[in-house]
Every structure is written in C-alpha cells, then in structure tokens.
C-alpha cells in the first residue's frame, strides 16, 4: 500500500525530461522541512492504494510516465512498486532529495535535489537539480565533479515563478556553462 496525496496527469516542467506527458504520483510525507518547499500536500490527508489500484488509475491516461514525488518517496521502499509498473510497460521516474537511493534503485530515471550541498553524493541518480536563489553560496556546486547534468532551478513561490531568482538562475548558467537552467515550465503555463 502506498500513501498518496494526489495523483495528476500533466507534464513534465523541469529537467532532461521537460515537455514529457506524465502522470504524477505524489506521496505523503518527508524526512526534511525545507522552509523554500513548493507543495504542501505531501503534508495533508493522503489515501492508501495497493499497486493494482494505482494501475487502475493511471490507465486511463495515455502516457506511459509515470513520475513519483512528494514530500519524499525514498522514505519508502519503493522498488517492488516501480518493478510492478515497469511489469505494465511503464517508465518511472523519482524525484528525490537523496534520503535513500537503495528504495528507489529500480527506476528508470532518478532526478536528485539534494539540500546540503556539501555532502552531495556522486552515485544513484540520472540528473541533479539544486534549488537556487539570490543568495544561495554556489561554491559547492562549482566544486563538483560528477559526469550527471547539474541543473540550476530557480526557488519559486508555490505556484508562480519569482522573477529574481529565475534570472539570477539564468545568470549563473551563463556565467558556469557546465550548469543548465531548468525552469518550472508548468509554472509559467499555469498548469499543475
């Protein structure tokens, strides 16, 4: 059984994958309260569905991705869902903070937003995205030496963009061209 708090059909706004049409599968609850967090709902009521009930679900959707978030799935053992959905010919992906890799290793994709960017880890995930504003030190992202894209986003309002921070962001991708922009398209669409 997996808690969710909602699950949608959009597309995905940020990173390698943008423009993809996905269904969403968001779960409840987090191991962080980061004060920039831009959904609340992995904090309210949530239902619980077996893996044949959320297949039910996203059946009725054309596309074959699947995006799980939160709060933060790999709080979860996740592998067995993921394992289940691949089984049905879907392709998963899971953003994650980094709290444990080992729950969600059978994904297909792995997008990492890491909050301490001085013990960001170099295995387990596809993309790196780091939330920057105005004022974030940098330095430890200049630092890195990973071979994964490191993806610069700005922190945003919970359903609009903030203007500054987004071309702070576009600042700091011209300047660093090892860095790409990702930009919450949705947001600027105004769709969820």
Not at 155 to 162: G, K, L, Q, S, V
Request: net charge negative.
């Amino acid at each position: 059984m997996l808690k969710v708090t909602t699950l949608f059909y959009s597309i995905q706004g940020e990173g390698t994958n943008i423009g993809k049409p996905s269904i969403f599968i968001r779960l409840h609850g987090c191991n962080l309260d980061c004060s920039f967090c831009d959904d609340h709902w992995h904090k309210g009521a949530y239902q619980e569905h077996s893996f044949e009930q959320l297949l039910d679900r996203v059946k009725v959707y054309k596309s074959k991705e699947i995006i799980i978030t939160g709060g933060e799935p790999s709080i979860y053992d996740l592998n067995a869902f993921i394992v289940f959905m691949q089984s049905h010919d879907y392709n998963i992906s899971v953003e994650t903070n980094g709290y444990k890799f080992e729950n969600i290793k059978q994904a297909n994709w792995i997008t990492y937003s890491p909050k301490d960017w001085n013990n960001i880890h170099s295995l387990g995930f596809d993309e790196l995205k780091c939330i920057v504003n105005r004022d974030s030190d940098i330095q430890p992202l200049l630092d890195l030496e990973i071979e994964q894209p490191i993806f610069i986003q700005a922190e945003n309002y919970f359903d609009t963009i903030h203007e500054e921070n987004s071309n702070y962001c576009v600042k700091l991708v011209k300047k660093y061209p090892q860095f790409r922009l990702s930009i919450q398209v949705h947001k600027f669409l105004g769709v969820e």
